[in-house]
């Protein structure tokens, strides 16, 4: 029943966007969160977002993560999706992974994602995310982490 209610809310704010003449798929930032953000313990994030070809209300979103602000090699790929609680700019949905491979800190086996919500009022990402790292089949139960982090907008 939720579920049918999410998807019927969703084919109507489609609708009254693209009906309305709203924000078109072309805008360079139909998400709200691109740019750039440092969440409370220093680490630093570019995200870029691009709306599907179909509707602005969802979209993809990839940039880069930086868990040592300063540090200019020290980046990992970010590849997620987006999509918005309704017909404004404002108040976007997020979910993206992070795998932990790179020239700095070579292969951590590792993958870490990310979801969330950005509030437009404050211009904040609040995320939970779930830490996954490679271990023998019999250790799987101790092989993740899970936390938070909050994401504020780097000026
Ligand atoms: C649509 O996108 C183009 C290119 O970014 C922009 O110039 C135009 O203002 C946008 N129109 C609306 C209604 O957002
Ligand atoms: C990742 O896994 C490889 C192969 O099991 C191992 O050699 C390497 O030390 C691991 N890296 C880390 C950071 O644990």
Known sequence: ????????????????????????????????VTGSWVNELGSGMELTCQADSTSVISGSLSGRYNSAVGHAKDFYKISGRYARSGTKLENCIVGFTVAYNNDVHGNSNSTASFTG???????????????????????????????????????
Request: aromatic content about 14%.
């Open 117 to 155: 919500n950005y509030f437009s009022f404050d211009d904040t990402i609040y995320t939970h995310w779930i830490l996954v790292y490679h271990t023998q089949p019999g250790n799987m139960w101790l092989n993740s982490n899970m936390g938070k982090n909050i994401f504020k907008r780097q000026h």
């Open 1 to 32: 029943m939720f579920l049918i209610f999410l998807l019927l809310t969703g084919c109507c704010l489609i609708s009254v966007t693209q009906g309305a003449g709203g924000k078109n798929d072309t805008s360079s930032d139909p998400c709200g």
